[in-house]
T-cell receptor, first 116, second 117 residues
Framework: DAKTTQPTSMDCAEGRAANLPCNHS???????VYWYRQIHSQGPQYIIH???NNETNEMASLIITEDRKSSTLILPHATLRDTAVYYC?????????????????FGQGTILTVHP | DAGVTQSPTHLIKTRGQQVTLRCSPI?????VSWYQQVLGQGPQFIFQ???????GRGNFPDRFSARQFPNYSSELNVNALLLGDSALYLC????????????????FGQGTRLTVV
């Protein structure tokens, strides 16, 4: 699976949009971009994923550049409860038998702190 | 609907002992994965099981083993515990993608906090 690079930490004011960048310059054509977050002492929570088109759901938007070498997770109106570690992961959805089948490779993530 | 459930939530063991951690996936999910998260680091992949067969293994010693049962629940076993095995052990379940596509998003449980003393 391709490696990702994220800033170590970011701050955001409550009510403002939080834009979390991720660099994945070695991403392959069959690899998806996934975002998870982990609030202190809880299991990681799935946020969103995409291949090449921008995606939006009730939690966030995912913007993937045309060359797919980077992406941005957008939390449109950050709240204090969005304070967490955000992980950007790239992986292929391989068929059975592949060692990357279902595997998520977590890096250090970005610590997002939302302040009042 | 119930999410991924793990038991126990906390556990204290002595070096050299053996431990079994349990995971029940979301109903309908046939894939279960296990991760180890040491304090201050991201989760590290240990195993993945799909349809009761091992489909992936991370870089962990043979002291770590797992299995998946016919009801898709899973157990993670760790033998000869070391102090370094102290961590949050996470279980994740996943559905298979539409049209036979690969595994899509993973849903994590709250984890089992293992402390080895």
């Amino acid at each position: 699976d391709a490696k990702t690079t994220q800033p170590t930490s970011m701050d955001c004011a409550e009510g403002r949009a939080a834009n979390l960048p991720c660099n994945h310059s070695t991403i392959s054509g069959n690899e998806y971009v996934y975002w998870y977050r982990q609030i202190h002492s809880q299991g990681p929570q799935y946020i969103i994923h995409g291949l090449k088109n921008n995606e939006t759901n009730e939690m966030a938007s995912l913007i993937i550049t045309e060359d797919r070498k980077s992406s941005t997770l957008i939390l449109p109106h950050a709240t204090l409860r969005d304070t967490a570690v955000y992980y950007c992961i790239v992986r292929a959805l391989t068929n059975a038998g592949g060692t990357s089948y279902g595997k998520l490779t977590f890096g250090q993530g970005t610590i997002l702190t939302v302040h009042p | 609907d119930a999410g991924v459930t793990q038991s126990p939530t906390h556990l204290i063991k002595t070096r050299g002992q053996q431990v079994t951690l349990r995971c029940s996936p979301i109903s309908g999910h046939k894939s279960v994965s296990w991760y180890q998260q040491v304090l201050g680091q991201g989760p590290q992949f240990i195993f993945q099981y799909y349809e009761k067969e091992e489909r992936g293994r991370g870089n962990f010693p043979d002291r770590f083993s797992a299995r998946q049962f016919p009801n898709y629940s899973s157990e993670l076993n760790v033998n000869a515990l070391l102090l370094g095995d102290s961590a949050l052990y996470l279980c994740a379940s996943s559905p298979r993608g539409a049209g036979g596509a690969g595994i899509t998003e993973a849903f994590f449980g709250q984890g089992t906090r293992l402390t080895v003393v």
